[in-house]
Each structure stands twice: as structure tokens, then as C-alpha cells.
């Protein structure tokens, strides 16, 4: 059974660190593409982040550029967002997703169980 | 930037059958996935591919895609389905994955 679980979360100051991890079991992880999906309260899903398999390839929303870092270990089954200069509009529950299907029309089977984060003063 | 775009709420009695769509440019040339989610819960996969359901989504819960709209429809809506829906495809350009902005589907 794939499983996707997410820790790391909490309430942080505007200008704090966090750093989430997501780990992952039931499959492959190391063939996997994997995405970081965030949603803010009320609002809709808003993709943040994807690393290819082997982490040589790496994307970001304009909204995180800069400021948060996706990385993984496959040795360990474990996906990580580093985040930096966290802001208020960075408040959301962030998913930790595996992409599935075929490449450029890939959808999202698997999502963890979500973990918040809070930014306020 | 590719958009797609939802209505806000769609509303059926129970028993009737729900339609929501997603309008986006040319959509009918792209792939198009939904998702359920309910207050609390991850978002699941109800439709990909358009019209492919995964295992223990009942064949009430079908998908279309054509033109400018894609359409995620329930037929014999149940009070269990009342949740919010999203559409999603995939932007090439950009390698990224785009949302809509979803619709709340209340159950009468």
C-alpha cells in the first residue's frame, strides 16, 4: 500500500525556517516523481515544487522561488521542503503528492494526509 | 500561464445528476484529471485521463472532455458526495501542474 507522510509542520514568525519531510513507503520511490502541493485556508490547491527521480531536475511556482528548497533522499524514502522567509501567504496545509501517469499529462493518485503550517507574529 | 476555470458551487437534490465543469483554453487538446475533496481530507482522485475512473470510484462518477470545457459528472448524486472538485491538467510549457479553482457541490 503507498504511503505518503508528512511532519515537519508548525507555527513559525513571518522571516522563520521550516523545513518539512514526507515520508514515503508501498513503492518505488526512487523511480518517482515527486511534488509538494500546498492549500491555504479556504482557498484551492496550488502547486509549490517537483523533483524528478533522481533529483537532477527541479521546479518551483513563482510564489516559493528562491525562498524554498525541494530536495530528497532515496536511500531513505524521504521527500524534504526546506522554507525559508516563510510569509503570511505561505499559510496553508502543504500535501506531499507522487506523480502518476504519463509524462506532461501526469495526475496525482497518492497524497499524504496534508501537514499544516502557520506563519503569523 | 495556463487557466482553468470553475464555476464556484453547483447545487442538486438528491438522486439528480450533477455536472461540473472546468473551462480552459483549448482544453479539449489537453489531459484532464479530477479530484474530491472533503473538509479536513486530502483531495482524492476520482477521474484521470479524462475518463478513466480508478479502482472503488463507483461508474456513477464519469468524465468528458471537449472543445473548451471538460465536465465531471455524478449521476444518482448521493448526500456522500457533496465535497469540492477540482479539475487539473497538466501545463506543458512550464512542466507544472494546474488546478482549478474548484466547485463546491451541495447536495440539496
Known amino acids: 500500500e503507498v504511503q505518503l507522510v508528512e511532519s515537519g509542520g508548525g507555527l513559525v514568525k513571518p522571516g522563520e525556517s521550516l523545513r518539512l519531510s514526507c515520508a514515503a513507503s508501498?513503492?518505488?520511490?526512487?523511480?518517482?516523481?515527486m511534488h509538494w502541493i500546498r492549500q491555504a485556508p479556504g482557498k484551492g490547491l496550488e502547486w509549490v515544487s517537483s523533483?524528478?527521480?533522481?533529483?537532477?531536475?527541479?521546479y518551483y511556482a513563482d510564489s516559493v522561488k528562491g525562498r524554498f528548497t525541494i530536495s530528497r533522499d532515496n536511500a531513505q524514502n524521504s521527500l524534504f521542503l526546506q522554507m525559508n522567509s516563510l510569509r503570511g501567504e505561505d499559510t496553508a496545509v502543504y500535501y506531499c503528492?507522487?506523480?502518476?501517469?504519463?509524462?506532461?499529462?501526469?495526475?496525482?493518485?497518492?497524497w499524504g494526509q496534508g501537514i499544516p503550517v502557520t506563519v503569523s507574529s | 500561464s495556463y487557466v482553468l476555470t470553475q464555476a464556484p458551487s453547483v447545487s442538486v437534490a438528491p438522486g439528480q445528476t450533477a455536472r461540473i465543469t472546468c473551462v480552459g483554453d483549448?482544453?479539449?487538446?489537453?489531459?484532464v484529471h479530477w479530484y474530491q475533496q472533503k473538509p479536513g481530507q486530502a483531495p482524492v482522485l476520482v477521474v484521470y485521463?479524462?475518463?478513466d475512473r480508478p479502482s472503488g470510484i463507483p461508474d456513477r462518477v464519469s468524465g468528458s472532455n471537449s472543445g473548451s470545457s471538460a465536465t465531471l459528472t455524478i449521476t444518482r448524486v448521493e448526500a456522500g458526495d457533496e465535497a469540492e472538485y477540482y479539475c487539473?491538467?497538466?501545463?506543458?510549457?512550464?512542466?507544472?501542474?494546474?488546478f482549478g479553482g474548484g466547485t463546491k457541490l451541495t447536495v440539496l
Open positions: 487539473q491538467v497538466w501545463d506543458a510549457t512550464n512542466d507544472r501542474p494546474t
Open positions: 485521463d479524462d475518463n
Open positions: 503528492a507522487r506523480e502518476d501517469g504519463y509524462r506532461y499529462k501526469g495526475y496525482f493518485q497518492h
Open positions: 508501498g513503492f518505488t520511490f526512487s523511480g518517482s516523481i
Open positions: 483549448k482544453i479539449g487538446s489537453q489531459t
Open positions: 523533483i524528478s527521480s533522481s533529483g537532477s531536475y527541479i
